[in-house]
């Protein structure tokens, strides 16, 4: 894709308190841009399964992405794929999936950040910013200072995560983010919608 990727807020879909379906519709409805399905250690048929589901939920104006697996991207339809380091490597990946496919990398260092930068991927996601359980084996916590350290390296657009949340998204967003993903408290919550329109607001509030 030559366009600029417009993300703001990125939403993932990880065992959501309401469902996949829900949650799916509750981003949907509030204008979220793009949305990642992430099912960590499921059967790959299930997530499958899943991003078939939500592929016709999700409108084309909207971006689909699967975490991980390039080959479910592919035969769900969805928009493209998030490769985290240890995943399919990038080159191979964009060969199978095609030029127009969105493909974003994981990055984690200054190190990650500049190889990652010079494959040209769609975006990048910089990370963890804070300490987050939603990884069984953590990456190091980069804070502000080293996030800010990252956005300056980023030569595409980059979306700043982990452990964001209502307490510290002001922080995040005062430090230069402008693309952000919060995962468990709108996952976690009964009333994602609610938690959901307190993040679009702070975004609204710096006009992002």
Excluded: W
Excluded at 35 to 40: A, E, H, V
């Amino acid at each position: 894709m030559t366009d600029l990727l417009e993300i703001g807020f990125y939403g993932i879909l990880t065992n959501p308190v309401v469902g996949y379906e829900k949650l799916t519709e509750v981003m949907v409805e509030r204008g979220v841009k793009i949305i990642q399905l992430r099912m960590k250690d499921a059967p790959e048929n299930t997530v499958l399964e899943m991003a078939r589901t939500l592929r016709v939920l999700i409108p084309l104006s909207v971006k689909f992405i699967v975490n991980d697996n390039p080959l479910v991207a592919l035969e769900s339809g969805a928009d493209g794929v998030h490769l985290g380091q240890s995943d399919m490597a990038y080159t191979e990946a964009r060969t199978l999936m095609g030029k127009d496919a969105i493909i974003g990398l994981s990055t984690h260092n200054p190190e990650q950040i500049r190889a990652a930068c010079l494959l040209a991927p769609n975006y990048i996601g910089v990370g963890p910013v804070y300490a987050t359980p939603t990884k069984q084996i953590p990456d190091p916590v980069l804070g502000i200072s080293g996030m800010q350290e990252m956005l300056a390296l980023a030569t595409v657009p980059a979306v700043c995560l982990g452990g964001i949340d209502h307490e510290n998204v002001d922080d995040v967003l005062s430090g230069g983010a402008q693309n952000i993903c919060a995962v468990r408290c709108i996952n976690a919550s009964a009333d994602p919608g609610a938690e959901l329109d307190k993040m679009l607001g702070k975004l609204r509030e710096r006009g992002l």
